[in-house]
């Protein structure tokens, strides 16, 4: 069963840095899975931040480009999410995601998404 395991979350202030880890269980990065990073603020619609595909390919929300990098461990099976220059509109749940099907391009929505973390809170103070 694949299992995606987020930390790295906490309570900043706006500017500060951030940087988020996701272990995947039984992921081969041979396959053509993409990994994401999406959040959900409170009474909002989830949406992705992030996108990285089987060759390293990212994709960014206009709203974090920039700011978030994106970025895999192959050694470790374990994606990250360095979030720098933070603002009070980037808190949120934030959850990293994994799809069972292959694709050329990573795809931007979250129903394309198989396998999802628990989730780890950011909170950005002004």
């Known amino acids: 069963q694949v299992q995606l395991v987020e930390s790295g979350g906490g309570s900043v202030q706006a500017g500060g840095s951030l940087r988020l880890s996701c272990v995947v269980s039984?992921?081969?990065?041979?396959?053509?899975?993409?990994l994401a990073w999406f959040r959900q603020a409170e009474g909002k619609e989830r949406e992705g931040v992030a996108y990285?595909?089987?060759?390293?390919?990212?994709m960014y929300a206009h709203s974090v480009k920039g700011r978030f990098a994106i970025s895999k461990d192959n050694a470790k099976n374990t994606l990250y999410l360095e979030m720098n220059n933070l603002k009070p509109d980037d808190t949120a749940m934030y959850y990293c995601a994994r799809t069972r099907d292959s694709f050329a391009s990573c795809p931007r929505g979250k129903d394309s998404f198989n396998y999802w973390g628990q989730g780890t809170q950011v909170t950005v103070s002004s």
């Open positions: 039984r992921y081969s990065y041979s396959t053509s899975s993409c």
């Open positions: 990285i595909d089987k060759n390293g390919n990212t």
